[in-house]
C-alpha cells in the first residue's frame, strides 16, 4: 500500500452543483438540504461554485450568499471550499476575500481562461491569490476548460508557497501528476471520477467529485474498501459506477446539466441551469435514472 499524505480537505469532496429556483433565483434553502444529505452520506468537504455549481453564471454576492448557508449549515462538520477562479488576477483576489469573510475554509482556484498566458504568468497569478487571504488553496488544473496547462514543473515551484496545498487533478497525466506527488507533499484530488481509485492508488489524497451529488456513500466507499486492505472490493465498487459515470460525465453534455437533471428526477433541491446551459431532455433523463438505480441496487448494503 502506498503511503497516505495529508488531505487538508478530508478525503471524499462533492463539487456541488448550485440550486436554483423554478425562476432561477439562487436557493438557499434547497442548498442547505443539499449540503446536509451530501455531508450525512459520507461526504468530507463541500465544494461550491466550482464548474459543476455553474460558478461562470452566479455573481460575485451570490457566490458569497452560497458559501455563508451552506457554512451556516454544515460547516461544523466538514470541509468548505470556495471556487473563486476567473480570468481576472484581481477580481479572483477580491473573491478570495469574500469567500474568507463568508465562512470557507479554503479556496479553489483555476488557471486563467481564455487569455492563455504563459507559465510564469501562471505561477505570477497563483501566488497572488494565495497572498491575498489566510486560507489555504487548490489550484485546479483542468486545460480541457482553460486552455492553459499548469505544467508539472510549474506545479513545482508552486509547492513551495505555504498557502498552496493541493490540486484538483483534470489534465489527465498520470505522469505529470506522479512526478508532482513524487517532489512534493501537495494533496491531489482528482477531478475525474472515473479516476477516484487510480488517484487514491498512487497517493492521491481522494476525490472532488460531481457524480457524488446523487451518489455520495458509494463513492466513499471505493476509498474505505482500498483503506481496508481490500483492494479487489476497490476495483469492484470502482466499475460499477462505470455506466453512472460515463452518462453524466462523457455524454457530451456538462456534469452540472446531468447531476441537476438526476437530482430533479430523485425530488432532492437542483432546479433548472442557467443559460447558456440547457436542460437535459427526457431520454438522457431516463438514461441517467436508470442508470442510478442499478448503482444503487448493485451497491446495497455498502
Do not use: W
Not at 36 to 52: A, H, I, Q
Not at 119 to 130: K, N, P, S, T, Y
Not at 149 to 165: N, Y
Not at 180 to 192: D, N, P, R
Amino acid at each position: 500500500m502506498t503511503s497516505r499524505r495529508p488531505a487538508p480537505f478530508g478525503r471524499a469532496l462533492c463539487a456541488m452543483i448550485t440550486p436554483f429556483t423554478d425562476e432561477g433565483l439562487l436557493d438557499l434553502d434547497g442548498a442547505q438540504r443539499l449540503a446536509d444529505r451530501l455531508v450525512s452520506e459520507g461526504c468530507d468537504g463541500l465544494v461550491l461554485s466550482g464548474t459543476t455549481g455553474e460558478s461562470p453564471t452566479t455573481t460575485d454576492a451570490e457566490k458569497s450568499a452560497l458559501v455563508r448557508a451552506v457554512a451556516d449549515a454544515v460547516g461544523d462538520r466538514v470541509a468548505i471550499v470556495a471556487g473563486i477562479g476567473t480570468a481576472d488576477t484581481r477580481h479572483t483576489a477580491e473573491l478570495a476575500l469574500e469567500a474568507e469573510k463568508a465562512g470557507a475554509d479554503g479556496l479553489l482556484v483555476v488557471t486563467p481562461y481564455y487569455s492563455r498566458p504563459p507559465q510564469d504568468a501562471v505561477e505570477a497569478h497563483f501566488r497572488a491569490i494565495a497572498d491575498a487571504s489566510g486560507l489555504p488553496l487548490a489550484l485546479y488544473d483542468i486545460p480541457g476548460r482553460t486552455g492553459t496547462r499548469i505544467e508539472p514543473e510549474t506545479m513545482l515551484r508552486l509547492a513551495e508557497h505555504p498557502r498552496i496545498v493541493a490540486v484538483k487533478d483534470c489534465a489527465y497525466d498520470l505522469l505529470g501528476t506522479q512526478k508532482v506527488l513524487a517532489a512534493t507533499e501537495l494533496a491531489y484530488y482528482t477531478g475525474c471520477d472515473e479516476y477516484v481509485l487510480a488517484m487514491y492508488a498512487i497517493g492521491g489524497a481522494g476525490y472532488i467529485s460531481t457524480v457524488s451529488n446523487v451518489t455520495p456513500r458509494h463513492f466513499r466507499s471505493i476509498l474505505d474498501a482500498f483503506d481496508a486492505g481490500d483492494p479487489d472490493e476497490a476495483v469492484r465498487l470502482q466499475q460499477l459506477t462505470i455506466p453512472l459515470t460515463e452518462l453524466m460525465m462523457a455524454s457530451g453534455l456538462p456534469g452540472s446539466v446531468t447531476a441537476k437533471a438526476l437530482l430533479v428526477a430523485l425530488g432532492l433541491p437542483a432546479g433548472p441551469v442557467r443559460a447558456p446551459l440547457r436542460p437535459a431532455g427526457r431520454e438522457t433523463v431516463d438514461g441517467l435514472r436508470t442508470a442510478y438505480e442499478r448503482l444503487v441496487a448493485a451497491s446495497a448494503g455498502v
